[in-house]
């Protein structure tokens, strides 16, 4: 990308306008002219390859999530809270420091001085020289590097959330990315030794809503602690997903299972069908779950992800 | 505050470029990331989306993060190029930036782009100077007039653009 004034080269930054269409049509005819010309049609198509691989990598709906969690966060702590406390503590502390010094020097100065048994008795008084214990109110976020940070968007939050009750009480973990997860197990150091990565859609300003997947049951409302610490979830609500999605209409023919896989895209290609079901049930999952992911109101669906059913044979 | 959707569409749109800009200058995965949200979130905060050229408006204030998070690392990069961004952003964060600044600014409470990321778009993207004063919504003379300060105070630091 580099080259010191080099004008006879196309910026990688005016490939950027030509992608996202910026440039009017005069300008963009020139410009492909001119990596015809130079063979350099190549650039721009690295760079839609590459705009791709980053979507996929990191999809669009699950970056804005994390945007809306900062953006939570940084209202939530003024910016310019963390110098004044920071300021506050120092004054505090030079302050408890200088007090110190001086009651130190006070009580040196107005004490009697100690009589040798009272020296020997304070060289043998025993000093707690044991590790303090460790304090079970301190945070049990274990270490974040054992979680799986890959394709967070794969991650389910599985039976484990679609078991809990309401009122129950989840902890879960933060990564420093943004994602959370909940854990599911850990040993005895308080390390974690299964977690599980599911992500959060707002709902308001306190509610964080969550697909999870089970018996059934598919959305469900959790209240978000972030402090104090342990971190957890609270289900406020555990919801069938029928209240979110209409039961499809679709005749699964007789004995079936079908497993509908849904992305907040909300694209056909993103709706995956699978199960014993036949090809007609499929397309009409398929267009069922289209529609559900695209209300009439404009406004997307808090879904994103698994819902299962089956069907008996009557 | 923006809608669901156009926070999402905002990410459609112009995420690849915005992540493209920050792993560049910062050539760390994680840190061009942490970055890229912070130029969203900063956006979204402003709630303003009547940008005239929001891949502009993002693209420069990805550079501008981009340098001060340079400006405040310890080590310096190994390549040639990074070194001229790494000076760049050493040069737009000390005296070149608030010479730069004129009293008509200072008068107009108005915030001119730092020189760093006019000779970022200038010296290392390779724009014009009419395609960097569009960039940052300045005139072009004044878009010479910061590089010629800038110019020297790279010159300082031994570089000769």
């Known amino acids: ?61 699950v970056m804005a999530s994390h945007a809306r969690e900062r953006l939570r966060r940084r209202k939530r702590e003024p910016a310019d809270r963390p110098g004044k406390r920071r300021v506050s503590r120092r004054v505090l502390g030079m ?14 100065l107005t004490l009697p001085p100690r009589s040798a048994q009272d020296a020997e008795i304070g060289a043998a008084s025993p000093v707690d020289s044991s590790p303090s214990e460790p304090d079970e109110s301190s ?52 390390v974690t030794t299964d977690a599980s990565q599911i992500m959060t859609f707002e709902n308001d300003e306190d509610e964080l809503r969550m697909t999870c997947i089970g018996d059934g049951s598919g959305i469900a409302n959790f209240h978000y602690e ?15 997903y029928e209240d979110e999605i209409p039961r499809p209409p679709c005749s699964l023919d007789g004995p079936a299972e079908a497993r509908v896989v849904l992305d907040r895209q909300g694209t056909p290609e993103q709706i995956l069908v699978a199960g014993r079901i036949s090809d007609s049930a499929t397309q009409c999952l398929r267009e069922h779950f289209e529609e559900a992911m695209w209300a009439p109101s404009g406004d997307r669906r808090p879904i994103w992800r698994v819902a299962i059913w089956s069907q008996s044979p009557d | 505050m923006p809608s669901e959707d156009e926070i999402e569409a905002l990410y459609v749109r112009f995420e690849a470029m915005v992540l493209r800009r920050c792993r560049y200058l910062l050539g760390d995965e994680e840190e061009a990331l942490d970055t890229m949200h912070e130029v969203f979130v900063d956006v979204i905060e402003k709630g303003d989306f009547t940008i ?16 001060n998070k340079l400006r405040s690392r310890r080590r310096r990069p190994e390549s040639a190029d990074s070194e001229l961004v790494y000076a760049i952003a050493e040069s737009s964060g000390t005296a070149a930036q608030s010479a730069a600044r004129s009293m008509l600014d200072w008068l107009f409470g108005t915030q001119p782009e730092s020189s760093g990321v006019i000779a970022m778009l200038y010296y290392v993207d390779g724009l014009t100077h ?7 919504g300045m005139s072009v003379s004044g878009v010479r007039k910061r590089l010629r300060r800038m110019r020297q105070a790279l010159e300082a630091q031994g570089f000769t653009p």
């Open chain 1, 226 to 240: 972030d402090e104090p610490r342990p971190r957890s979830i609270t289900v406020r609500s555990a919801a069938r």
């Open chain 1, 1 to 61: 990308m580099s080259n010191w004034n080099d004008k006879d080269f196309i910026p990688e930054r005016m490939l950027e306008r030509l992608r996202l269409g910026e440039l009017g049509d005069e300008e963009t005819q020139r410009l492909l002219d001119e990596l015809e010309a130079r063979g350099e049609m190549h650039r721009l198509e690295a760079l839609i390859e590459e705009d791709e691989e980053i979507r996929a990598h990191y999809p669009p709906a």
């Open chain 2, 52 to 67: 005239h050229s929001p891949s502009g408006y993002l693209f420069v204030l990805a550079t501008r993060k981009c340098l």
């Open chain 1, 95 to 108: 302050a408890a420091l200088v007090m110190g010094l001086v009651f130190g020097a006070m009580a040196y």
């Open chain 2, 130 to 136: 009419a395609q960097v004063a569009e960039e940052v």
């Open chain 1, 139 to 190: 945070s049990p976020m274990p270490d974040e590097s054992s979680f799986p940070t890959e394709e967070p968007w794969r991650g389910m939050l599985e039976e484990f959330i679609a078991r809990a009750g309401e009122g129950n009480s989840i902890p879960i973990y933060a990564c420093a990315k943004g994602e959370v997860g909940t854990i599911k197990a850990a040993d005895i150091r308080r």
